[in-house]
Structure formats: C-alpha cells, structure tokens
C-alpha cells in the first residue's frame, strides 16, 4: 500500500482544518502518513522510489551561477523521470506534487530534485535546456488535482486488465505491461512488448472509444519490462533493475569471461531472458586485477614438461598449470612465481618441476565411468 504526504502548500484551507489521510496503491513509490507530521519533515522517503534521488548539494549554490533559470527534476510512475523549468516565484522542495505542463493538458508529478544537483543531472544525462523547448511547472498541486490524480491512478490496474482482453481479442501478438494515466486524466500511455511489428490502430480506435482519453502506445524492450513488472532473482534480492537500476548498460557474454564464470545461458540469463545486468557489477575490478597477470598462452616449460595454463583465481592472484601429460592434476602457483618462471624460460632457464613453486595442488573433476559420479580431490 502506498501513500502520498501531502505538503501544507498544496492544501486548500479546508484541508488545513481536517486530518486527512489518503491511502492508495498509487505504485508512484510515496509512503503511507497523515497530516499530523512534525515541521520540517521530508514529504518523501525515498526508500520507497528507486528513482529517489541524494540531493547532496541541497542548501548550496554554485557562485559562478548568474543565470535566473530554475529547473527541477520530477518523477512520475515507474522509470519515468523529466526535468522542467520552474517558475521564479516557487520555491520547491523535494517530494512536493506539482502540476506541470504536458502535451496536451497538464500532468502531476513528485519533486525529485532541486537546487544546482539538477544541473548536474542534466549534464550528466547530456540534456541542453537551449536545444529542447523545455515544459514549464504550473504550480503546487490543488486539493481537486489530487483527487482526479487519484481517481485516475485507481484505474490503471482495471485498465490494464480490459485493454490485455482486448488487444487478445483482436489477435495481436503484443504483450501490454503496464498502463499510465495522465494527471488529469485526459490522456493514458500503454506500455507493450512484442517481438515484431504490430499494427494496433484498431486497438487505440477501441481503447479511445471505451476508456475515453486520448491514446499513446509505447514500446518497450524485455529489460524494461522486467524493470516495471518486478520479481525476484536467482540470488533471492529484488531485480536490480526493479529496485535502484534507472539506466541500462550493455552486458556481454565477455564479462562472464573475464570474471571465470562459466558460459552457462541457464545460469547467466535474468528473468528477462537477458544476460544478467550484475555481470557488469565487479567487471571493472577483475579488469585492474587481471593487468597484473602475465599472458595466460604463455607455456612454462621445465626439465619434467611442459605445463599449459587452466584456470585463474583472480582476486589471490593465482593461476592454475597442469602438465601436458597429467592434465588432472592442477597446481596453483602465484602469479610473482609464474612471471619469475617465464623470465627465466627466456634466458634458457628451466626450473626442475613447478611443484616447487605451487602453493596448492588439485586433482580435476574426473568421471567414474563404473557410475558416472563425479569426484574432485585437494592436496
């Protein structure tokens, strides 16, 4: 259940002189409360929203900043994040409910940051206010706003249903995720999946006549949707992608490599059916670690034989060599030893065996062919 705090501005004198509590599964990640909060507290908490944000800059300003503009970054459902320019006689807080322009009509959202961060956001998201016509904050939302905002939001869950029946009916390969309304209700954007092209202008004709807004269809990737569904991973923590993730990066099967992970699909695939966006977690770590190892094609050769690289253990900066002719039997040796092994390769030095120099020995993973059992075994 969520909730929404709604702040001593936004309220009309007949607000002020009641207790109100509103309560509603609103899914625009607010917290439950009532009116009767001490001065000064936060309208928001943002455990609740993976798209709050850490204003770490709030109460500063920038003394090189001449420009008048004030712009504030503004959360909507789910993933869905703008940045508008504020009128210079309002002064917002985080977490507030604004109504701000949109196309047509206006739309509520929640304050998610003001103040010189939201520069920096703009710059990091590479937005240049003087290229785009930037939409404008109207004011504090009003009493009757809400309340249509609530009304609107309470829909969205039947709608999603009825438009699912629909879009079956009429036979089009599309999968609809989720549904948003707009503000005032005059408008609602469908969210979707599918694989190919799909012509759905008789499905807005249909959800225009029955739910009366106007229609914007929006197409999504597998990630995305995973993002607004939710779920559970096979590490037993909610989807990053669903809980703090607000941009997706490219993941390839070449981090699960440089990581020592095995190539299993089964086992690096998310729930969207994708590689999992945690391979990219640590990749940059095991990056720095492996500049410090020496070439694993590298063989070392010694007056027993020739060992071939297996197996490295990043992070204790081990390498695994067996020999060419007892392959199972796998020595760990550190990788100062392995370049000291390679420099003396290259002056005609051989070692006498590298047993010497390993700090560890392991028999590889061997099939009983009598049972078919697997059996490893430590020295």
Same mark, same amino acid.
């Given at each position: 259940?969520?909730?929404?705090?709604?702040?001593?501005?936004?309220?009309?004198?007949?607000?002020?002189?009641?207790?109100?509590?509103?309560?509603?599964?609103?899914?625009?990640?607010?917290?439950?409360?009532?009116?009767?909060?001490?001065?000064?507290?936060?309208?928001?908490?943002?455990?609740?929203?993976?798209?709050?944000?850490?204003?770490?800059?709030?109460?500063?300003?920038?003394?090189?900043?001449?420009?008048?503009?004030?712009?504030?970054?503004?959360?909507?459902?789910?993933?869905?994040?703008?940045?508008?320019?504020?009128?210079?006689?309002?002064?917002?807080?985080?977490?507030?409910?604004?109504?701000?322009?949109?196309?047509?009509?206006?739309?509520?959202?929640?304050? =998610?940051?003001?103040? +010189?961060?939201?520069? %920096?956001?703009?710059? @990091? *998201?590479?937005? #240049?206010?003087?290229?785009? !016509? /930037? &939409?404008?904050?109207?004011?504090?939302?009003?009493?009757?706003?809400?309340?249509?905002?609530?009304? =609107?939001?309470?829909? +969205?869950?039947?709608? %999603?249903?009825?438009? @699912? *029946?629909?879009? #079956?009916?009429?036979?089009? !390969? /599309? &999968?609809?995720?989720?549904?948003?309304?707009?503000?005032?209700?005059?408008?609602?954007?469908?969210?979707?999946?599918?694989? +190919?092209?799909?012509?759905?202008?008789?499905?807005?004709?249909?959800?225009?006549?029955?739910?009366?807004?106007?229609?914007?269809?929006?197409?999504?990737?597998?990630?995305?949707?995973?993002?607004?569904?939710?779920?559970?991973?096979?590490?037993?923590?909610?989807?990053?992608?669903?809980?703090?993730?607000?941009?997706?990066?490219?993941?390839?099967?070449?981090?699960?490599?440089?990581?020592?992970?095995?190539?299993?699909?089964?086992?690096?695939?998310?729930?969207?059916?994708?590689?999992?966006?945690?391979?990219?977690?640590?990749?940059?770590?095991?990056?720095?670690?492996?500049?410090?190892?020496?070439?694993?094609?590298?063989?070392?050769?010694?007056?027993?034989?020739?060992?071939?690289?297996?197996?490295?253990?990043?992070?204790?900066?081990?390498?695994?060599?067996?020999?060419?002719?007892?392959?199972?039997?796998?020595?760990?040796?550190?990788?100062?030893?392995?370049?000291?092994?390679?420099?003396?390769?290259?002056?005609?030095?051989?070692?006498?065996?590298?047993?010497?120099?390993?700090?560890?020995?392991?028999?590889?993973?061997?099939?009983?062919?009598?049972?078919?059992?697997?059996?490893?075994?430590?020295?």
């Amino acid at each position: 259940m969520y909730a929404l705090y709604l702040s001593i501005q936004t309220m009309d004198e007949q607000l002020k002189n009641n207790n109100i509590e509103i309560k509603t599964d609103s899914g625009r990640g607010c917290c439950i409360t009532t009116r009767e909060m001490p001065p000064g507290s936060k309208i928001n908490q943002s455990s609740c929203c993976k798209l709050s944000s850490f204003n770490w800059l709030k109460g500063y300003e920038s003394p090189g900043n001449t420009q008048k503009e004030k712009f504030v970054e503004v959360r909507f459902k789910n993933d869905r994040k703008d940045f508008f320019l504020c009128p210079a006689e309002l002064s917002l807080s985080e977490g507030e409910i604004v109504a701000v322009e949109a196309n047509p009509g206006h739309d509520l959202g929640i304050v =998610a940051l003001t103040g +010189e961060a939201v520069r %920096l956001q703009m710059n @990091r *998201k590479k937005y #240049d206010p003087a290229r785009v !016509e /930037m &939409k404008k904050v109207y004011r504090y939302a009003r009493s009757g706003d809400i309340e249509k905002w609530l009304d =609107a939001i309470a829909l +969205e869950k039947p709608v %999603l249903l009825r438009t @699912r *029946k629909i879009a #079956d009916d009429l036979d089009l !390969e /599309m &999968k609809m995720n989720d549904v948003e309304f707009q503000g005032d209700k005059t408008k609602a954007i469908f969210y979707y999946t599918a694989d +190919e092209r799909v012509d759905f202008r008789q499905l807005i004709r249909r959800l225009a006549d029955e739910f009366k807004v106007r229609v914007e269809m929006r197409q999504i990737g597998i990630r995305q949707e995973a993002a607004k569904i939710g779920g559970i991973g096979s590490c037993g923590r909610e989807l990053c992608c669903a809980s703090h993730m607000s941009a997706f990066k490219s993941v390839s099967t070449n981090s699960a490599r440089v990581q020592q992970l095995s190539l299993n699909p089964q086992k690096l695939a998310g729930q969207c059916g994708k590689l999992k966006c945690c391979l990219n977690f640590e990749l940059d770590n095991y990056q720095d670690a492996l500049k410090s190892f020496p070439d694993n094609r590298i063989v070392l050769k010694t007056k027993k034989g020739l060992a071939y690289y297996h197996k490295s253990d990043v992070f204790q900066k081990i390498m695994w060599y067996a020999y060419a002719d007892e392959p199972n039997n796998l020595m760990a040796i550190p990788i100062r030893q392995v370049k000291q092994i390679i420099e003396m390769n290259k002056k005609r030095k051989f070692p006498d065996d590298l047993e010497h120099f390993a700090r560890q020995k392991e028999q590889k993973a061997v099939e009983d062919i009598n049972n078919g059992d697997n059996y490893v075994s430590y020295i």
